[in-house]
């Protein structure tokens, strides 16, 4: 079965520095896609980036940027110039082609300092 | 345009009642999602409707159902409520496939059972 692993249940970052996050995943199959989410105290999930994994280039979004290491089956976010909104919870997901549920990993609360 | 609207926000409920929990995706979405997100389990799939089929279920007892109609709104329904069924429930629409593009999430709907 596939599995998400966030390690870090907690991670601090100041104003304007750069903080990454870590996750690592378990599958056997090649074809499949990588989410970050981000989930405010609004509770509503909101996309931060995603990933073909048939795709070499590692994904960026603004200040939101992956690296991607498929054989070591890891997906860290790395966020740059961090900012007072970035606060939230983050989570990582996975899917597998051709299914239709997403499995999450636990969440890593990220603050962020003034 | 409209996100994703779940109805209603805050729900308190006794044990053995049944609820319903109701969800809008965006307009032209046919996908819809359901997950459960609590503190032990974190964000555990549910069920996932297209054009008004269930087409894939979670690993939750019966008492959890749900349906979706020719407009693409979906409820889904608990009934013989249980202590552990409290939780946010989170709804999730998307166009295509989903997590082609990842989901667009509402904010959920808290239930709470006493």
């Known amino acids: 079965a596939q599995t998400v692993t966030q390690s870090q249940p907690e991670m601090s970052v100041q104003e304007a520095e750069t903080v990454t996050l870590s996750c690592t995943y378990d599958?056997?199959?090649?074809?499949?896609?990588l989410f970050w989410y981000k989930q405010p105290p609004s509770r509503q999930m909101i996309l931060v980036i995603r990933q073909e994994a048939y795709k070499q280039q590692n994904a960026t979004e603004n200040r939101f940027s992956v690296n991607f290491q498929k054989a070591a089956k890891s997906f860290s976010l790395k966020i740059s110039d961090s900012q007072l909104g970035d606060a939230a919870m983050y989570f990582c997901a996975y899917r597998r082609s051709g299914t239709y549920k997403y499995i999450f990993g636990t969440g890593t609360r990220l603050k962020v300092l003034a | 345009k409209a996100g994703v609207t779940q109805t209603p926000r805050y729900l308190i409920k006794t044990r053995g009642q049944q609820v319903t929990l109701s969800c809008s995706p965006i307009s032209g979405h046919r996908s819809v999602s359901w997950y459960q997100q609590t503190p032990g389990q974190g964000l555990q799939f549910l069920f996932e409707?297209?054009?008004?089929?269930?087409?894939n279920k979670g690993n939750f007892p019966g008492r959890f159902s749900g349906r979706q109609f020719s407009n693409s709104r979906s409820e889904m329904n608990v009934s013989t409520l249980e202590l552990g069924d409290s939780a946010l429930y989170l709804c999730?629409?998307?166009?295509?496939?989903?997590?082609?593009?990842?989901?667009?999430f509402g904010s959920g709907t808290r239930l709470t059972v006493v």
């Open positions: 999730a629409s998307s166009l295509v496939l989903p997590g082609d593009y990842g989901y667009t």
């Open positions: 409707y297209f054009s008004e089929t269930q087409r």
């Open positions: 599958t056997s199959e090649s074809d499949y896609y």
